[in-house]
C-alpha cells in the first residue's frame, strides 16, 4: 500500500511538472505523462528548490561534468557528462563516463521520477552503477531535482 500511495503522489508531482513545464518548455508533455488528476496543482516542481538540491545537497554536477587536469570542472561542461575520475579497487563494473543530465532529454517525467525515488532505477529497469548515488528522495523533491534540470 505505502508504495501505491508514494507512486500517486509521484503522479501528482509528474503532473505538476507537466503543468508547469508548459511555462517553461512550451509544454512539451504528453496526455500520457499528465494524469488527469483534480489536485495536480498540488504539488508542483519548484526550479529554485531544485537548484538548491542539485547545486548544494546532491551534488550532481561533481559527477555529471568534465574536469581538466588540476580537478577543475570545466567550464561550460556541468551537468553534460564527462569521463569518471577514479576506479575502486575492488571488482566492479566501474563506468568510466557519467552522462549528460542537462535537460534530461532521455527521460521521462515519470521515469526521471523514477530514477531520483528508488534508488537510481533507469528507464529500462535496471539500476545505475555505482557511484550514481541510490537516491530516495520524496516525490517532491524529486520533482523540483527535475524541474530545475530541464532549465539546464
Ligand atoms: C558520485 C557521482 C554521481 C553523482 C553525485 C550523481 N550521479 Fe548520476 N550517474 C553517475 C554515474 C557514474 C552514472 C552512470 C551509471 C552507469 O553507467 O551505470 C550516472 C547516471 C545517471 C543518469 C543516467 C542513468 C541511465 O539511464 O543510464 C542520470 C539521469 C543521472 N545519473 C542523474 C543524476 C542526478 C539527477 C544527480 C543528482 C540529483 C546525479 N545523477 C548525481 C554518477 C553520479
Request: charged share 15%.
Amino acid at each position: 500500500m505505502t508504495s501505491l500511495r508514494g507512486w500517486s503522489r509521484a503522479a501528482l508531482c509528474v503532473a505538476g511538472i507537466a503543468m508547469s513545464g508548459s511555462a517553461w518548455l512550451g509544454g512539451a508533455v504528453t496526455a500520457q505523462q499528465a494524469p488527469a488528476a483534480p489536485a495536480a496543482a498540488e504539488v508542483r516542481g519548484n526550479v529554485e528548490h531544485g537548484r538548491y538540491l542539485v547545486e548544494s545537497v546532491a551534488m550532481c554536477g561533481e559527477c555529471h561534468s568534465t574536469r581538466d587536469p588540476q580537478g577543475n570542472i570545466v567550464a561550460g561542461t556541468k551537468f553534460r557528462g564527462g569521463a569518471m575520475p577514479a576506479r575502486v579497487p575492488w571488482p566492479a563494473d566501474w563506468p568510466v563516463m557519467t552522462p549528460a543530465i542537462a535537460g534530461l532529454p532521455a527521460y521521462t517525467d515519470i521515469q526521471a521520477v523514477r530514477l531520483l525515488t528508488q534508488g537510481a532505477i533507469r528507464r529500462d529497469g535496471t539500476r545505475a552503477r555505482a557511484p550514481m548515488p541510490r537516491f530516495r528522495m520524496s516525490p517532491q523533491d524529486a520533482a523540483d531535482v527535475i524541474a530545475f534540470l530541464r532549465t539546464q
